[in-house]
Nanobody, 119 residues
Framework: QVQLVESGGGAVKTGGSLRLSCAAS????????MGWFRQAPGKEREFVAA????????YYADSVKGRFTISRDNAKNTVWLQMNSLKLEDTAVYYC????????????WGQGTQVTVSS
């Protein structure tokens, strides 16, 4: 079992930045694909970004490409999501996810952290 705890959410103005963290425990995430999803009010949960276990490959939703960067440190069992140039439509609860088998991680979830972008 992997436990995931997100942090770093908050309120920010449009154009601002936030860095989300996801701390994993229970077992090492070095062999897991890690990712971030988000869910806005009244909408389905959607994929944001993921990073393969080797950190050599990361991929993003088109809506965040060029603005968000996912990274990981397997030694620290931590994943980050650097979010720049934030837009109103980035407002959502952001969830960290981990998966030992899938490139789109959904086996384990954190509790989520709120990101609110205002003008």
């Amino acid at each position: 079992q992997v436990q995931l705890v997100e942090s770093g959410g908050g309120a920010v103005k449009t154009g601002g930045s936030l860095r989300l963290s996801c701390a994993a425990s229970g077992r090492t995430i070095s062999t897991y694909t890690m990712g971030w999803f988000r869910q806005a009010p009244g909408k389905e949960r959607e994929f944001v970004a993921a990073i393969r276990r080797s950190s050599l490959m990361s991929y993003y939703a088109d809506s965040v490409k060029g603005r968000f960067t996912i990274s990981r440190d397997n030694a620290k069992n931590t994943v980050w999501l650097q979010m720049n140039s934030l837009k109103l439509e980035d407002t959502a609860v952001y969830y960290c996810a981990a998966d030992p088998n899938s490139n789109y991680p959904q086996a384990y979830w954190g509790q989520g952290t709120q990101v609110t972008v205002s003008s």
